[in-house]
C-alpha cells in the first residue's frame, strides 16, 4: 500500500484500538480516498515491475495481472461515464481487520471522510460489492440505475444549494 499512501492527491486514515500490552496500537482499519480532483485513474491499478517492496511483492504476487486490470479498467470508464468532469471523492480500498469487524471501525473511517467531502460538497463515489452496499447505504450512498456496483454520496451542502 506504500505507493498509495505516498500519493499527495490520496487521503489515508486508519483507526487504531489499544494493542494487548497497552503501549502499541494495533491498525483496525483503513481508508483510501482519491481526493476530488486527482487524477481519474484507478488507485489500485498495478504492474508487477512496479512492487519494489518485498512484502508487498509477496502480498500480490498470485494475482492475475491481466483480469485485475482488466476489472479496474472497466471501473475506471463507468466512472468517467457516471461523474464525467465532476471533481469527487473516490473510495480506493476500505478495509476493517476480521477481528474489528462490526464494531463501528468502518463506519469510523467513513464518517471522516464525509465530514471532509461535505465540507467541500463534493459527491463520494465507490465501487461496492452487493454484501457491502447495504453498509454504505446507512451512510448515505446510493446505487446508480444501471450499475451493479456503483454507488454515489451527494453533499447535503450541495444539495441544499
Do not use: C
Not at 494495533?26 to 515491475?49: S, T
Not at 468517467?80 to 477481528?99: K, S
Request: net charge negative; charged share 25%.
Amino acid at each position: 500500500m506504500l505507493p498509495l499512501i505516498r500519493r499527495t492527491d490520496t487521503l489515508v486514515t486508519k483507526a487504531t484500538v489499544p494493542g494487548p500490552d497497552g503501549d502499541k496500537p494495533i491498525v483496525a482499519g483503513m481508508a483510501f480516498w482519491h481526493l476530488p480532483g486527482a487524477a481519474v485513474d484507478n488507485l489500485q491499478k498495478r504492474k508487477p515491475a512496479d512492487e519494489k517492496i518485498e512484502e508487498e511483492r509477496e502480498a500480490w504476487e498470485q494475482v492475475d495481472w491481466e483480469k485485475w486490470n482488466g476489472m479496474l479498467e472497466k471501473y475506471d470508464v463507468v466512472r468517467r461515464q457516471v461523474m464525467g468532469e465532476e471533481p469527487h471523492w473516490y473510495l480506493g480500498p476500505l478495509w476493517t481487520h476480521p477481528d474489528y469487524q462490526g464494531q463501528g471501525v468502518g463506519g469510523a473511517l467513513l464518517q471522516y471522510a464525509i465530514s471532509l467531502a461535505e465540507a467541500s460538497g463534493a459527491p463520494m463515489y465507490l465501487e461496492a460489492s452487493p454484501a457491502g452496499q447495504p453498509v454504505y447505504a446507512r451512510y448515505g450512498w446510493q446505487r446508480v440505475g444501471g450499475t451493479e456496483t456503483v454507488m454515489i454520496r451527494r453533499s447535503e451542502v450541495k444539495a441544499q444549494q
